[in-house]
């Protein structure tokens, strides 16, 4: 994100986000778990630009919940993650992706992202969608058959997508003018998630992607499940609570 995003991101709400804690006070051993047959493919999709490591840090927080609240549970967990900042001049490095895996596997990878760069206010949010979503290997309950695992997409991020309609402009016009430079479009997303039975959740920090979440709704339909909202009552509940509050809330809620 821009400077002036990083500047507003520096207030006393976001301070409290930020989470230090020490992994080894987590069980996250799953070795001795039987294997159930009842799949929960959970995918992090984590904008990693500057003013986003409070975030990363709260996303390590609440993954480790979530191990924590099921492991009694007769649940299959794995996690995968995509993590992305933009496209070039903007950044060097697009996305990065981590196919399925344990909880304590997946909170170590998220120990070694670090948030850098962003440039302008858009990111590449499209691009860590799709390779989030056509990158994971989900999984079947049944080798062979059409029985699909339960699929959770959590969208982290403070940036909006490229293109004007998004409501901020990008450095380099075309973008604003025609979206993100790899052409995908947020009715390319959707179809995805159809594809897949992805339910897509978005974990808000502020305002600046009101109008994406706006549009993403509209277009989503049915696939998008809920807003996380941690901008809303800073005062009563510091936002690091509700994230994982919220996150496993929504897993609940909607797993069966």
Not at 54 to 70: L, S
Not at 125 to 152: N, P
Request: net charge negative; with cysteine; proline share 3%.
């Amino acid at each position: 994100m821009g400077q002036a995003i990083q500047l507003a991101k520096n207030t006393e709400s976001i301070q409290q986000g930020k989470t230090n804690f020490d992994i080894n006070d987590f069980d996250l051993n799953d070795s001795d778990r039987e294997d159930f047959d009842n799949y929960v493919d959970i995918l992090f999709v984590l904008e990693k630009s500057g003013s986003m490591q409070a975030y990363i840090e709260q996303a390590k927080y609440t993954i480790c919940k979530i191990v924590e609240k099921f492991k009694n549970k007769e649940y299959d967990l794995k996690f995968s993650l995509c993590t992305y900042i933009d496209h070039e001049p903007q950044s060097q490095i697009l996305t990065d992706f981590t196919d399925l895996c344990s909880g304590q596997q997946i909170v170590k990878i998220l120990h070694t992202v670090i948030a850098t760069g962003g440039g302008d206010l858009p990111e590449a949010v499209m691009d860590g969608l799709r390779d989030g979503i056509t990158k994971t290997s989900w999984r079947k309950t049944v080798i062979g058959k059409d029985e699909k695992s339960q699929r959770f997409l959590f969208h982290i991020c403070d940036a909006p997508p490229h293109g004007e309609e998004y409501g901020y402009p990008s450095i380099d016009k075309q973008w604003s003018i025609n979206g993100c430079p790899c052409g995908t479009k947020r009715e390319d997303i959707k179809n995805l998630l159809q594809l897949h039975d992805i339910q897509y959740f978005l974990i808000k920090p502020n305002d600046y992607i009101s109008k994406m979440e706006q549009l993403f709704k509209e277009c989503f339909g049915d696939y998008y499940k809920d807003t996380i909202n941690l901008c809303e009552n800073v005062q009563q509940i510091d936002s690091k609570t509700k994230m994982w509050e919220g996150v496993l809330s929504n897993i609940e809620k909607n797993v069966s």
